[in-house]
C-alpha cells in the first residue's frame, strides 16, 4: 500500500531555517500536504501543493515537490520558538483516504 | 463555530472495561475520521463515514465499533479494553474544494489502559 516516510527529529538554532523533508510512494497522489500538530493539540493544515507543481510559497514556509524522485520538503525561514511542533507530510489522492507520515519532531534552541 | 470538539480529552481504563468517545463538528461537513496517534508511527485510520448513515473500516479497526448518529456526531466505541489501544485519538471532519480534500482535527483524546 501507501507509504510516507519522513525523518522523526530535527533540530536547529532559532533564527536559523528548518527543512523537513517527507518520501512518498503514491505516485498517483493528487495533493500533498504538511501539518502541524503543537503539544497537546490537534492537526492544524498548514499548506499544502498539487501535485503538478513544483514549488509554493506562504510566507516564511516554502514547499518544494519533486514529483520523480517522490520527495516533498518543508522549509521554515527564520525559525522561531513559536514552530517548535511535529510536522506531519500527508498524501491524498481524491476519493481515497489520506496516507500521513510519522512526523518529525522539530525542536528550536535558542 | 468550535470545529471539531473531542470528548473527554483523558480517559484512563482497566483492561477489559468499555467506553466511548464522542467527536462532534459544526462545519456541515460530511465526512468524518477516526485515527489513532502512536509515538513514530503517525496517525492511521480507524474508521470513517463518508456520509450520515454509514461508516467503514480503515486500516485499523480490529477493537473498535463506531457510530454516525447524525451529521454532527461520530463516535468511537471501546468495546473491552486492551492495553494496545493506549493511544491518543483524533477525530477529523473534512470538505472538498474541487479534487482537494481539506481535513479538520479535534484537540484529541488520550486514553490509557492498564
Known amino acids: 500500500g501507501e507509504d510516507v516516510e519522513q525523518s522523526l527529529f530535527l533540530s536547529v538554532r532559532e533564527g536559523d531555517s528548518s527543512v523537513i523533508n517527507c518520501t512518498y510512494t503514491?505516485?498517483?497522489?493528487?495533493?500533498l500536504y504538511w501539518y502541524k500538530q503543537e503539544p497537546g493539540a490537534g492537526l492544524q493544515l498548514l499548506t499544502y501543493?498539487?501535485?503538478?507543481?513544483d514549488m509554493k510559497q506562504d510566507q516564511r514556509l516554502t514547499v518544494l515537490l519533486n514529483k520523480k524522485d517522490k520527495h516533498l520538503s518543508l522549509r521554515i525561514a527564520d525559525t522561531q520558538t513559536g514552530d517548535s511542533a511535529i510536522y506531519f507530510c500527508?498524501?491524498?489522492?481524491?476519493?481515497?483516504?489520506?496516507?500521513f507520515g510519522p512526523g518529525t519532531r522539530l525542536s528550536v534552541l535558542p | 463555530n468550535a470545529g471539531v470538539t473531542q470528548t473527554p480529552k483523558f480517559q484512563v481504563l482497566k483492561t477489559g472495561q468499555s467506553m466511548t468517545l464522542q467527536c462532534a463538528q459544526d462545519?456541515?461537513?460530511?465526512?468524518m475520521y477516526w485515527y489513532r496517534q502512536d509515538p513514530g508511527m503517525g496517525l492511521r485510520l480507524i474508521y470513517y463515514?463518508?456520509?450520515?448513515?454509514?461508516?467503514d473500516k480503515g486500516e485499523v479497526p480490529n477493537g473498535y465499533n463506531v457510530s454516525r448518529l447524525n451529521k454532527r456526531e461520530f463516535s468511537l466505541r471501546l468495546e473491552s479494553a486492551a492495553p494496545s489501544q493506549t493511544s491518543v485519538y483524533f477525530c477529523?471532519?473534512?470538505?472538498?474544494?474541487?479534487?482537494?480534500?481539506?481535513?479538520?482535527f479535534g484537540p484529541g483524546t488520550r486514553l490509557t489502559v492498564t
Open positions: 477529523a471532519s473534512s470538505v472538498t474544494w474541487g479534487s482537494r480534500e481539506e481535513q479538520y
Open positions: 503514491d505516485s498517483s497522489s493528487t495533493y
Open positions: 501543493i498539487f501535485s503538478n507543481m
Open positions: 500527508a498524501e491524498n489522492n481524491y476519493g481515497q483516504n489520506f496516507v
Open positions: 462545519m456541515n461537513h460530511n465526512s
Open positions: 463515514s463518508a456520509s450520515e448513515g454509514t461508516t
